[in-house]
């Protein structure tokens, strides 16, 4: 396994996802990459709702989210913007609910074909990673086959499409997934997609969200076993995930912590959503904000295999509470670099 020192980590390329800023209205996807780009990051992920809020502003109407004939032409525009800030676009993202669909299923075929437009996107705006978070689609769905097999079938055929523009697909692991809420599971996955171009989107939140914390207790930990154990079985995890991932099989690592939930969120699915969905899309800000998750764990975690790519900023911090929160985005941008400048400098072993 590879030493962390600090002068290793002065390379990392530094990224901020487009949907992890901004509070008010006013605070409109050119704005956003302003301050993206004035705070020193030099590369975006690109969240599809961001390209339909910019088709708003764009063309002065809606836009329906499958009308790709319009939204190309807005993630054109958008790629002039960002390269207006100095900003690359390093994947587009979420691809969600893709696998594991029952053959003949309309969700299926509507799967599939999303995944053909995506790719016109990525093509018009210049990227060449595709992130995929492991489904959340119900067991219970009757259109829904929580079988690996079919799972790995519907990747490696995924890959084989990217494959022929020459793109990538960074598998993540969501810790309210229905098949693969932790980064073993994911990683088992690529192995047996058996693709060059299939890998990992790694995060911070989602690694410890899914193995060591859980909002919906009191102590804000999984309680299965004893706080001591739970360490011990953590750390083996993060020790088996320096030793048995090869670093050219991490696309990204995402930055986010999580605020411990007081009082806990009800543990069912509310808005179609599970407990810990609902955490990550409000409860989750960047490093050294308040938040109590092992971000850094898992970080060293992840460069002890050699990993030296993309770090990544993807927060969704609605404060506390979950209720909101308001900012200076230019004042926020910088914190985000400067907290992720620290949280590399805490990472560092030497």
């Known amino acids: 396994m590879f030493q962390i020192t600090f002068d290793s980590l002065q390379k990392i390329p530094l990224s901020y996802a487009s949907c992890s800023i901004g509070c008010s209205p006013t605070h409109t996807l050119p704005r956003r ?4 780009s004035a705070a020193g990051f030099i590369a975006i992920e690109l969240s599809f709702p961001d390209i339909l809020e910019y088709a708003t502003q764009f063309l002065g109407r809606q836009v329906a989210p499958n009308n790709y004939p319009e939204l190309l032409p807005v993630a ?9 800030n100095n900003l690359s676009i390093m994947m587009l993202q979420p691809f969600s609910n893709f696998e594991g669909w029952s053959k003949g299923a309309v969700e299926r ?10 790719m016109e996107i990525m093509d018009v705006v210049g ?9 959340d689609t119900p067991k219970e769905h009757p259109n829904f086959k929580c079988n690996k097999e079919e799972i790995i079938s519907d990747l490696r055929t995924l890959s084989d499409i990217l494959s022929k523009r020459k793109y990538r697909l960074a598998y993540e692991n969501w810790c309210w997934s229905t098949h693969a809420p932790d980064w073993k599971s994911v990683w088992e996955i690529v192995q047996a997609v058996d693709r060059p171009n299939c890998g990992l989107c790694l995060d911070t939140f989602q690694t410890a969200g899914s193995e060591w ?9 999984v309680e299965d076993v004893s706080k001591s154990e739970l360490k011990k079985r953590f750390d083996a995890s993060m020790d088996e995930l320096a030793r048995t991932v090869p670093a050219d099989k991490i696309y990204l690592l995402q930055i986010s912590d999580a605020y411990k939930v007081s009082p806990p969120l009800e543990d069912k699915t509310i808005g179609g959503l599970r407990a810990k969905g609902r955490w990550s899309h409000d409860y989750r800000p960047m490093p050294y904000s308040g938040g109590y998750l092992p971000i850094e764990d898992v970080a060293r975690a992840v460069l002890r295999t050699g990993f030296r790519g993309w770090f990544s900023m993807e927060i969704f911090d609605s404060g506390p509470q979950g209720t909101g929160k308001k ?7 910088n914190k985000a670099m400067k907290n992720m400048q620290a949280f590399l400098k805490n990472c560092a072993t030497d």
């Open 33 to 36: 990459l302003e301050a993206i």
């Open 127 to 135: 990227t060449d990673m595709l992130q995929v978070g492991a489904t």
């Open 213 to 221: 914390a859980d909002p919906t207790t009191s102590s804000g930990l």
């Open 109 to 118: 075929e509507e799967a599939f074909a999303r995944a053909t437009s995506w």
């Open 76 to 84: 054109g525009d958008i790629r002039k913007l960002c390269k207006a």
């Open 327 to 333: 900012y200076d985005m230019g004042s926020f941008a």
